[in-house]
């Protein structure tokens, strides 16, 4: 399985922007689909996107259309998710995921491994 390790989460301002990077260790990182995933306090775990192997693919949940731009560079073993325009709904940890499979999932039970979290927190 692969590793996964987040990282830029932080406490920002309503409409401000912020940058995670999930970096991955061990098998052909290109062999896998990613995700990003959030929960809440209190609520499930809530797919967020998620971009095919190439990176030619991507899928949003509504929530975030047009606010968060899903990404990789496979070169360096590393998705990202660029959030813009957040808003205080936006608070949640944010997980990074990867699945050895085809398909764009949205549910969190396809994807194989996960990374440890990055708190995002943002103010009214």
């Known amino acids: 399985q692969v590793q996964l390790v987040e990282s830029g989460g932080g406490l920002v301002q309503t409409g401000d922007s912020l940058r995670l990077s999930c970096v991955a260790s061990?098998?052909?990182?290109?062999?896998?689909?990613m995700g990003w995933f959030r929960q809440a306090p209190g609520k499930e775990r809530e797919f967020v996107a998620a971009?095919?192997?190439?990176?030619?693919?991507?899928h949003y949940v509504d929530s975030v259309k047009g606010r968060f731009t899903i990404s990789r560079d496979n070169a360096k073993k590393t998705v990202y998710l660029q959030m813009n325009s957040l808003k205080p709904e936006d608070t949640a940890v944010y997980y990074c995921?990867?699945?050895?499979?085809?398909?764009?999932?949205?549910?969190?039970?396809?994807?194989?491994?996960w990374g440890q979290g990055t708190q995002v927190t943002v103010s009214a």
């Open positions: 995921a990867a699945r050895s499979g085809v398909a764009l999932a949205t549910t969190s039970t396809m994807y194989d491994s």
């Open positions: 061990g098998p052909i990182f290109s062999n896998y689909v």
């Open positions: 971009i095919s192997r190439t990176g030619g693919n991507t």
